[in-house]
T-cell receptor
Framework: NAGVTQTPKFQVLKTGQSMTLQCAQD?????MSWYRQDPGMGLRLIHY???????DQGEVPNGYNVSRSTTEDFPLRLLSAAPSQTSVYFC????????????FGPGTRLTVL | AQTVTQSQPEMSVQEAETVTLSCTYD???????LFWYKQPPSRQMILVIR????KQQNATENRFSVNFQKAAKSFSLKISDSQLGDAAMYFC?????????????WGAGTKLIIKP
């Protein structure tokens, strides 16, 4: 089991560029989510999915899109990168929605110049 | 809205001693879950311990235990016999059950330093 994988590990973008952060899990988990982590703050939920074909917004969804066409994959798209999106992004998955452990990927450090 | 507060940005403890990290939360719900996660320098988030609000008994996992005070909305983490490998950021998190509006709310974290 690879668990939750994220690519890339590091990325530098220029303002206005778009890109997709990849997330995949091989544990057949229904629930997947994307968080951003900024210095001095806890994780903030961007988008989440409770199953293939179902996504919903979290606390800070503006500037990001997601889709869930398969159980395994949950990519996060930055439509037009802004310096405010400089952050570390984590993908997580869980077999259930609240009482089970969330399994995190290793994170992607994104810098927008 | 639910909030989670960790009032200690940084704590330090001597190796082998005991340290307690504090966490308070605000909610009007009666049924929820609370978690402590550890984030070492590798950035990998790791679950330390979880507590179900309807259970009065405090959760324990080896050297880690919690003091859950539901009425006071307090959820502190006690680490006994601190080890160098315990050095990390510790995050408290709250989740309210409900498939349609699932959201894990996180505190800002406490940096734990272990002195050898």
């Amino acid at each position: 089991n690879a668990g939750v994988t994220q690519t890339p590990k590091f990325q530098v973008l220029k303002t206005g560029q778009s890109m997709t952060l990849q997330c995949a899990q091989d544990m057949n988990h229904e629930y997947m989510s994307w968080y951003r982590q900024d210095p001095g703050m806890g994780l903030r939920l961007i988008h989440y999915s409770v199953g293939a074909g179902i996504t919903d917004q979290g606390e800070v969804p503006n500037g990001y899109n997601v889709s869930r066409s398969t159980t395994e994959d949950f990519p996060l798209r930055l439509l037009s990168a802004a310096p405010s999106q400089t952050s570390v992004y984590f993908c997580a998955s869980s077999p259930d929605f609240w009482n089970n452990e969330q399994f995190f990927g290793p994170g992607t450090r994104l810098t927008v110049l | 809205a639910q909030t989670v507060t960790q009032s200690q940005p940084e704590m330090s403890v001597q190796e082998a001693e005991t340290v307690t990290l504090s966490c308070t939360y605000d909610t009007s719900e009666s049924d929820y879950y609370l978690f402590w996660y550890k984030q070492p320098p590798s950035r990998q988030m790791i679950l330390v311990i979880r507590q179900e609000a309807y259970k009065q008994q405090n959760a324990t996992e080896n050297r880690f235990s919690v003091n859950f005070q539901k009425a006071a909305k307090s959820f502190s983490l006690k680490i006994s016999d601190s080890q160098l490998g315990d050095a990390a950021m510790y995050f408290c998190a709250y989740v309210r059950p409900g498939r349609s509006n699932y959201q894990l709310i996180w505190g800002a974290g406490t940096k734990l330093i272990i002195k050898p």
